[in-house]
């Protein structure tokens, strides 16, 4: 396989509250790149994308940023709710490729 | 749109013996993909098909794994024999055209004792 995760990160947040959740992707080829939410008993959800021509995108309540030159990605959730917490992954496909990569997850906690 | 339909939900299997995992995907989609979930290993991507053709199966971990993909509709995930280090769960995913998000199904949980 592709992705290893020994041991899922954990972020614990307070409701209502910013969380920040980070990712180190792995091929410097990589131009597209994913968040995805995947609650307990269900597959991985689609939340948002960015291109590598860009260094941030904002959708409802959520933003990624990209740092290239660190390979590195970003998702914020303003105002984090309780149905926030699910376990986030970050993907990559590279540049001419269709292979898309996961990450090792980190799992959300939202205190009410 | 049902979205990617998956089959069994859940299955609980002897070591040895054959195990079938069933995949629909979004009508329409071109590409389909099989991942498998552990808490070790994470998702890894075990083989992803474009156009109904074989891509790239260098993910799929022995020779007792097999996919197919007969038509858009419809694709397989065999293992054969099964062993206990097989238990996970096994995503199926599709894709339109292009690079774009992935749609995931909700899983096969795969127990092999």
């Known amino acids: 396989g592709e992705s290893v995760g020994l041991h899922l990160p954990t972020l614990s947040v307070q409701e209502g509250d910013n969380s920040i959740i980070n990712c180190a992707y792995s091929?410097?080829?990589?131009?597209?790149f994913i968040w995805y939410k995947q609650e307990s008993g269900k597959g991985p959800q689609f939340i948002i994308d960015?291109?590598?021509?860009?260094d941030k995108r904002q959708g409802q309540r959520v933003t990624v940023l990209l740092n290239k030159t660190v390979k590195h990605l970003s998702l914020q959730i303003a105002a984090t709710q309780p149905g926030d917490s699910a376990v986030y992954f970050c993907?990559?496909?590279?540049?001419?490729?269709?292979?898309?990569?996961f990450g090792a997850g980190t799992r959300l906690f939202v205190k009410a | 749109d049902a979205g990617v339909i998956q089959s069994p939900r859940h299955e609980v299997t002897e070591m040895g013996q054959e195990v079938t995992l069933r995949c629909k995907p979004i009508?329409?989609?071109?590409?389909l993909f099989w991942y498998r979930q552990t808490m070790m290993r994470g998702l890894e991507l075990l083989i992803y098909?474009?156009?109904?053709?074989?891509?790239?199966d260098s993910g799929m971990p022995e020779d007792r794994f097999s996919a197919k993909m007969p038509n858009a509709s419809f694709s397989t995930l065999k293992i054969q024999p099964s062993e206990p280090r097989d238990s996970a769960v096994y995503f199926c995913?599709?894709?339109?055209?292009?690079?774009?998000?992935?749609?995931f199904g909700s899983g096969t949980q795969l127990s092999v004792l």
């Open positions: 098909f474009n156009n109904n053709v074989p891509i790239d």
């Open positions: 995913a599709s894709r339109g055209g292009g690079r774009e998000k992935l749609f």
């Open positions: 009508s329409g989609h071109n590409s």
């Open positions: 960015i291109r590598s021509n860009m």
């Open positions: 993907a990559e496909t590279a540049a001419g490729g269709f292979k898309t990569i």
């Open positions: 091929n410097s080829a990589s131009d597209y």
